[in-house]
């Protein structure tokens, strides 16, 4: 349960709205039991009046108790409904809000041990299960806890022992049944939330190989395993659903047991002289009334278990320490271009032991063009990622102007860099909504450029910037995800661009339109392309070859063809292929 405190704290700034959606809720439940009780004693206090009390039996202002309490509470159950859901999504809001400020800064370093399937998991499903706490569980259990105190004191003038009776064994099962289903629903409810995440995890990653697996006749294989994760997750859910009719059919014997107790005792309670037999009725028809308030709490702490499993997920993540810290304020001065300085850079990802990068060194000028190439692992795009501070360097430093870049603060960094990397990010939005997460304050004409330049002038043709995008950009090729990359990276008009691979996936004609353009508005920027490609390194100011984390040859492209060096090799190889 302590894994709940975190959350609960940031409650507080909804906490007038669930306060207020609790009273209505405990006013609902009030006026409910006054309908079925005043119901109730009305209709046996009409049947012993019979035809002789006609004229001398009040029946308005019972009939008027009756409909007064229906008004009520369906007005009441309204605005319960109304208020309790509002703060409720308030509070989720808040939530995903709040995981998410602590999401951003871990990424990418501190995320690196979690797979994306069981990130989209903890921040949705884990998100949503900590909305039953409110809902299922805290409300009704306060609701009813107040209406066991007012309902026995209520019934305490008209008889002390019966009330006394009717209330502890309310409070009883209040207490009771809340702690044995919870016991029997610990199992179920984490399996539940696991098999609900291994669910999610394993039909993303299908979904996202699906080609993959159809070209290579592997997608039966993940069809099975799919299927049987979803038949255990079919199978917890089922023992839980169990558990919750077995929760009520409990509930419904204990009232039946308490209502025949009830009317046991007020049988030989009218044996006393003077009592009215009505008010036996009215005993009868409120304890079934007030035990429909126990009927949420029984059943809500099958829940509780799944919600301290998904609180805890979240508190794993929530709690890691950001790898990178950024300063609050950058002492970097707002001089034109980028001129970097890359010292003894070593680097290994977290949980290996093998350096990525040992003992690199780079130099670039404001405004010189690199390009870095070698073979697949040599730490090229590891490179990338250091200059982004995705990463910090495990020794070494890197400088941009002189200075340090841990002392760059983020936002400074951010709008001083523009990167094309080799997985390009595109949300389920507009065009004209991924494009700005480039520049925000740009115009449309200014977009239908960038669209015109990079030649994705087609993306425009049926709803123009409001053509829609899909997840992940799934109506697009593989060279239009990289040509709408590029185009961001012209919104953004950074001093430093750091390119990884940026003509993957073109034909040879886009291929060079796409260089020339680059080569075009960078002119006066600092360029560091990532490239396996011959084209446009006779346009670099250097090349420089990496292998095993280092930097072996540089030099331009005429002097590397010249030096019969690792250089000269890739050019050979890849001509002949």
Same mark, same amino acid.
């Given at each position: 349960?302590?894994?709940?405190?975190? @959350?609960? #704290?940031?409650w507080?700034?909804?906490?007038?709205?669930?306060?207020?959606?609790l009273?209505?809720?405990?006013?609902?439940?009030?006026?409910?039991?006054?309908?079925?009780?005043?119901?109730?004693?009305?209709?046996?206090?009409?049947?012993? %009046?019979?035809?002789?009390?006609?004229?001398?039996?009040?029946?308005?202002?019972?009939?008027?108790?009756?409909?007064?309490?229906?008004?009520?509470?369906?007005?009441?159950?309204?605005?319960?409904?109304?208020?309790?859901?509002?703060?409720?999504?308030?509070?989720?809001?808040?939530? #995903?809000?709040?995981?998410?400020?602590?999401? @951003?800064?871990?990424?990418?370093?501190?995320?690196?041990?979690?797979?994306?399937?069981?990130?989209?998991?903890?921040?949705?499903?884990?998100?949503?299960?900590?909305?039953?706490?409110?809902?299922?569980?805290?409300?009704?259990?306060a609701? $009813?806890?107040?209406?066991?105190?007012?309902?026995?004191?209520g019934?305490?003038?008209?008889?002390?022992?019966?009330?006394?009776?009717?209330?502890?064994?309310?409070?009883?099962?209040?207490?009771?049944?809340?702690?044995?289903?919870?016991r029997?629903?610990?199992?179920?409810?984490?399996?539940?939330?696991?098999?609900?995440?291994?669910?999610?995890?394993?039909?993303?990653?299908?979904?996202?190989?699906?080609?993959?697996?159809?070209?290579?006749?592997?997608?039966?294989?993940?069809?099975?395993?799919?299927?049987? !994760?979803?038949?255990?997750l079919?199978?917890?859910?089922?023992?839980?659903?169990?558990?919750?009719?077995?929760?009520?059919?409990?509930? !419904?014997?204990?009232?039946?047991?308490?209502?025949?107790?009830?009317?046991?005792?007020?049988?030989?309670?009218?044996?006393?002289?003077?009592?009215?037999?009505?008010?036996?009725?009215l005993? %009868?028809?409120?304890?079934?009334?007030?035990?429909? $308030?126990?009927?949420?709490v %029984?059943?809500?702490f099958?829940?509780?278990?799944?919600?301290?499993?998904?609180?805890?997920?979240?508190?794993?993540?929530? /709690?890691?320490?950001?790898q990178?810290?950024?300063?609050?304020?950058?002492?970097?001065?707002? !001089?034109? =271009?980028?001129?970097?300085?890359?010292?003894?850079?070593?680097?290994?990802y977290?949980?290996?032991?093998?350096?990525?990068l040992?003992?690199?060194?780079?130099?670039?000028?404001?405004? +010189?063009?690199? $390009?870095?190439?070698?073979?697949?692992?040599?730490?090229?795009? !590891?490179?990338?990622?250091?200059?982004?501070?995705?990463?910090?360097?495990?020794?070494?430093?890197i400088?941009?102007?002189?200075?340090?870049?841990?002392?760059?603060?983020?936002?400074?960094?951010?709008?001083?860099?523009?990167?094309?990397?080799?997985?390009v990010?595109?949300?389920?939005?507009?065009?004209?909504?991924?494009?700005?997460? %480039?520049?925000?304050?740009?115009?449309?004409?200014?977009?239908?450029?960038?669209?015109?330049?990079?030649?994705?002038?087609?993306?425009?043709?049926?709803?123009?910037?409001?053509?829609?995008?899909?997840?992940?950009?799934?109506?697009?090729?593989?060279?239009?995800?990289?040509?709408?990359?590029?185009?961001? $990276?012209?919104?953004?008009?950074?001093?430093?661009?750091?390119? /990884?691979?940026?003509?993957?996936?073109?034909?040879?004609?886009? +291929?060079?339109?796409?260089?020339?353009?680059?080569?075009?508005?960078?002119r006066?920027?600092?360029?560091?392309?990532?490239?396996? #490609?011959?084209? =446009?390194?006779?346009?670099?100011?250097?090349?420089?070859?990496?292998?095993?984390?280092?930097?072996?040859?540089?030099?331009?492209?005429?002097?590397l063809?010249?030096?019969?060096?690792?250089? #000269?090799?890739f050019?050979?190889r890849?001509?002949?292929?």
């Amino acid at each position: 349960m302590s894994a709940l405190l975190p @959350f609960l #704290r940031l409650w507080r700034r909804h906490g007038l709205r669930l306060f207020l959606g609790l009273i209505l809720a405990i006013v609902t439940l009030l006026a409910s039991i006054s309908l079925l009780t005043l119901s109730g004693w009305f209709l046996a206090a009409s049947a012993l %009046a019979g035809t002789a009390g006609l004229y001398s039996f009040n029946y308005m202002l019972p009939a008027a108790g009756v409909r007064g309490a229906a008004i009520i509470r369906t007005a009441a159950r309204y605005f319960e409904r109304l208020v309790s859901h509002d703060g409720t999504f308030r509070v989720l809001q808040h939530l #995903r809000v709040f995981t998410f400020s602590k999401l @951003f800064p871990l990424s990418p370093a501190g995320l690196s041990q979690f797979r994306q399937g069981d990130l989209l998991n903890r921040f949705v499903a884990d998100v949503d299960n900590l909305d039953h706490l409110y809902l299922r569980v805290l409300s009704p259990l306060a609701g $009813a806890l107040l209406v066991i105190i007012v309902v026995t004191l209520g019934l305490s003038y008209l008889s002390l022992p019966l009330a006394m009776i009717t209330g502890g064994i309310m409070l009883l099962s209040l207490l009771l049944l809340p702690i044995i289903f919870y016991r029997l629903g610990i199992s179920s409810g984490q399996q539940v939330t696991t098999l609900n995440a291994t669910y999610r995890l394993q039909l993303t990653r299908w979904l996202s190989s699906m080609a993959e697996l159809k070209i290579y006749q592997h997608d039966k294989h993940w069809q099975q395993q799919l299927s049987l !994760t979803g038949q255990q997750l079919a199978k917890a859910r089922q023992q839980q659903q169990s558990l919750t009719a077995a929760s009520q059919s409990a509930l !419904t014997i204990i009232t039946g047991a308490t209502v025949c107790l009830i009317l046991w005792l007020g049988s030989l309670w009218l044996t006393s002289p003077g009592q009215d037999p009505t008010f036996v009725a009215l005993f %009868a028809f409120c304890v079934l009334a007030a035990f429909e $308030a126990l009927g949420p709490v %029984a059943a809500s702490f099958l829940h509780i278990s799944r919600v301290v499993l998904s609180a805890r997920r979240l508190t794993e993540l929530l /709690d890691k320490d950001p790898q990178v810290i950024f300063p609050s304020q950058s002492t970097a001065a707002q !001089t034109t =271009g980028i001129a970097l300085r890359v010292t003894n850079l070593s680097f290994a990802y977290p949980g290996q032991h093998r350096p990525v990068l040992d003992g690199l060194n780079l130099q670039a000028c404001r405004g +010189e063009k690199i $390009a870095l190439l070698g073979f697949t692992g040599c730490g090229k795009s !590891t490179l990338l990622q250091l200059l982004t501070r995705a990463y910090d360097p495990s020794h070494g430093e890197i400088c941009f102007n002189q200075l340090p870049l841990r002392d760059w603060d983020e936002t400074s960094l951010r709008q001083r860099t523009s990167v094309v990397t080799q997985r390009v990010a595109l949300f389920n939005q507009t065009l004209r909504d991924n494009l700005n997460l %480039a520049a925000a304050n740009s115009s449309d004409s200014e977009l239908v450029d960038v669209l015109q330049l990079t030649g994705l002038e087609t993306l425009l043709d049926n709803e123009g910037l409001n053509t829609w995008m899909g997840e992940g950009g799934r109506t697009l090729s593989g060279g239009e995800l990289r040509r709408l990359a590029i185009a961001r $990276a012209l919104l953004h008009q950074g001093d430093l661009w750091l390119l /990884d691979e940026p003509t993957e996936g073109l034909d040879a004609n886009t +291929e060079q339109q796409i260089l020339e353009l680059l080569w075009r508005v960078t002119r006066d920027k600092t360029v560091i392309m990532v490239t396996h #490609r011959l084209s =446009g390194l006779d346009k670099m100011d250097r090349i420089c070859v990496m292998e095993n984390g280092k930097i072996i040859e540089q030099g331009s492209h005429s002097q590397l063809l010249h030096l019969d060096g690792r250089y #000269r090799q890739f050019c050979q190889r890849l001509t002949r292929e």
